[in-house]
T-cell receptor, first 113, second 115 residues
């Protein structure tokens, strides 16, 4: 089955700096890669996703890149703000069915004002 | 209320108790899921229901028993749990459409403590 590894497990950055979270996956058939943000005591929420036919996707201050050959994808947050502090989960799955979405172990991001 | 609602938010139970977790989604989705979230572990898929039919049982112990009476409601019946079952149990739903099935909408979870 699919295995997703995520690094780092914790990340502290100064407000205004950039943050990068990296994930690798094992199943070359996976073609859908979402990122979820979970603030303390709240539900995980989808913040951005990318499909395997695209190498990069941006949405304001967040972007995701995908390298299919190397089987890794990354989340980039620019101009970080205190409200970006949360746990971020990457995931991988095969799109199109009620398949398993395999999650990484999460990265706790702390943005220091 | 919109979105995915879970009750109760917190639950403490003894190992001999029987309790149920409830999930309701108001998004018109067709698939519903139970996930287990433990500290420093990935979210673990437990069960998947598609149009009320169970399509996935991810080797979950029989002390967890799901029930899906319709596409909007999902239950997780608990009995004779173990302390290691203490975790946050998250319900999620997704839409049966191209490009929608993988996008999960989560509830706020039930924080379960087994004593």
């Amino acid at each position: 089955g699919e295995n997703v590894e995520q690094h780092p497990s914790t990340l502290s950055v100064q407000e205004g700096d950039s943050a990068v979270i990296k994930c690798t996956y094992s199943d070359s058939a996976s073609n859908y890669f979402p990122w979820y943000k979970q603030e303390l005591g709240k539900r995980p929420q989808l913040i951005i996703d990318i499909r395997s036919n695209v190498g990069e996707k941006k949405d304001q201050r967040i972007a995701v890149t995908l390298n299919k050959t190397a089987k890794h994808f990354s989340l980039h947050i620019t101009e970080t703000q205190p409200e970006d502090s949360a746990v971020y989960f990457c995931a991988a799955s095969l799109s199109g069915g009620y398949q398993k979405v395999t999650f990484g172990t999460g990265t706790k991001l702390q943005v220091i004002p | 209320e919109t979105g995915v609602t879970q009750t109760p938010r917190h639950l403490v139970m003894g190992m001999t108790n029987k309790k149920s977790l409830k999930c309701e989604q108001h998004l018109g989705h067709n698939a519903m899921y139970w996930y287990k979230q433990s500290a420093k572990k990935p979210l673990e898929l437990m069960f998947v229901y598609n149009f009320k039919e169970q399509t996935e049982n991810n080797s979950v112990p029989s002390r967890f028993s799901p029930e899906c009476p319709n596409s909007s409601h999902l239950f997780l019946h608990l009995h004779t749990l173990q302390p290691e079952d203490s975790a946050l149990y998250l319900c999620a739903s997704s839409q049966d459409s191209a490009g929608g099935r993988e996008k999960l909408f989560f509830g706020s979870g039930t924080q379960l403590s087994v004593l």
